[in-house]
């Protein structure tokens, strides 16, 4: 299991996925072969698999143990959840549950879960299925989401339109939690515990948040989905297909890369395989990695 400290706060990966997601060539709508091909040469096989032509993705949380609190970062897929028109996030049965008990932590321990958007593999295991009903994971969290995210996604759930799995995922990860009492629906600048604050780094989603962790003289951003595969560093203006405001998930991007460089931040995003954090150096108009393994 890998743990990092960050000043005195300790970061350790909770793995739920890891392995061939999405084909590059689907998931970047500027994808572009001879781009590409100048990158393949470091992006395989960590982190693009050229046999499949598919990005390789992790799916994980970030447990944050401050000398305060227990706080996850983004809740993964969860178990036992119909997504249909979604395979990759259906009806799955991992032992991510599991892998965080084994780091040390009951659920019962957990005082935040912040959730950087609302999308299916960032909210699942906000809830489990108990007695046929779902019921928060972490009964003593609270869950801190951006409240424009949920506006966004309350409203997309009851549309005639919207995807039934991403349907399913509002009610069954999101609304439970909100009927509980238990969620905390906030803006950019949201302090928790003294060491974390949320900034928005709207597009991919309307509300989409990063959390910026400051421990004494260290620095890291939990930075979600603002980007999702590392050749997004270089290449930040390429977008995921999934990005909900193409324009604004670009701009971003670019603050985001520019702000780990200025400040020394570890970039902590929620989908690169190992070591899945990294450095940013400026580079002329570009970025690049300084992976810290
Ligand atoms: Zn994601």
């Not at 100048?38 to 992006?43: D, G, M, P, V, Y």
């Not at 509300?207 to 603002?226: E, M, T, W, Y």
């Amino acid at each position: 299991m890998q743990q990092r400290m960050i000043g005195d706060v300790k970061v350790t990966r909770i793995e739920e996925i890891l392995g061939p997601g999405f084909p590059a060539r689907d998931f970047f709508p500027e994808f572009d072969e001879a781009t590409f091909r100048a990158e393949e040469h470091w992006l395989a096989p960590n982190y693009y698999q050229p046999e499949s032509g598919k990005l390789i993705a992790s799916i994980h949380s970030w447990l944050v143990e401050t000398p305060q609190h227990t706080i996850l970062i983004d809740a993964c897929s969860g178990n036992h959840k119909p997504r249909p028109g979604m395979p990759r996030f259906d009806m799955l049965d991992t032992p991510w549950l599991d892998r965080l008990r084994a780091a040390g932590v009951a659920p019962e321990k957990v005082d935040f879960v912040m959730c950087t958007h609302l999308h299916v593999d960032h909210v699942g295991w906000n809830t489990k299925l108990e007695n046929g009903r779902w019921v928060p994971t972490f009964p003593n969290a609270k869950y801190v989401m951006s409240r424009t995210d949920h506006t966004h996604w309350a409203a997309e759930a009851k549309a005639p339109e919207t995807a039934a799995y991403q349907v399913n995922t509002y009610n069954d990860s999101v609304l439970p939690v909100v009927e509980a009492g238990k969620a905390l629906l906030v803006e950019a600048g949201h302090q928790c515990d003294d060491c974390l604050t949320v900034r928005s780094a709207a597009g991919h989603t309307p509300g989409h948040i990063r959390v910026d962790l400051a421990s004494g003289s260290r620095r890291a951003i939990f930075s979600g989905d603002a980007l999702h595969n590392p050749v997004q560093v270089p290449l930040w203006r390429w977008n995921s297909r999934f990005c909900a405001d193409q324009a604004e998930a670009r701009l971003t991007r670019h603050d985001l890369l520019a702000d780990c460089v200025e400040t020394g931040a570890l970039l902590m995003p929620a989908h690169f395989a190992s070591p899945h954090a990294a450095y940013v150096k400026a580079k002329g108009d570009r970025f690049d990695l300084a992976w810290d393994a």
